[in-house]
């Protein structure tokens, strides 16, 4: 008895570190982790578009509703910080103006009417290159895969697709950059 609850651990212990990663990245939602992949048809541009952009160094997903006032608000202020700091960015003259990080925010919206959205992003003044509106608002796999149903987030993902912040505000990412 005592020699099957010693197998019983060993087997146990050798399962949980047989299907982790080499490096230790996983994939979650976690702060560490290696963020979801996602493509998305989107009504606004009527492209599918990959999650993931290579060219800057940091992507500030946000997912976000007209309907969810909190999610909007902060949506269109972490905006207005990424356009301020792409602009200092490309400011090569004033070096004191020039940033760590070059950054893309990512906008996902999962409103229901393209009206909607779209008289959202000029009241808001968030440019539609940025912004996307999900087709099948939460039946679209990406609100499932980044467990939206549980309130609408954003994450900050390097390069190499690793979530380096979480629920950032919009002081958080001024200071982060």
Sequence with gaps: M?????LLIFLLVFTLT????????????????IAPSFMLKTAHTENVINGMNEKKD???????????APSRMLNARLGQIVHKTQDHYLDKQD????????????SISFDTSKAVFEE???MDQITSSESVLALRGS????????KLQKGFTNYLINT??????KNITAKDLESYL
């Design 2 to 6: 005592k020699n099957v609850k010693w």
């Design 18 to 33: 047989s299907f982790g990663s080499k490096d230790g990245s996983v994939e979650g939602l976690r702060v560490g982790d």
């Design 58 to 68: 940091l992507i500030l997903l946000s997912f976000w509703a007209s309907y969810d």
């Design 95 to 106: 070096k004191t103006k020039e940033r760590k990080h070059r950054i893309e925010l990512l």
């Design 120 to 122: 959202t992003l000029k």
């Design 139 to 146: 039946s679209e796999p990406i609100y499932r895969r980044y």
């Design 160 to 165: 190499d697709g690793v979530i380096v912040a």
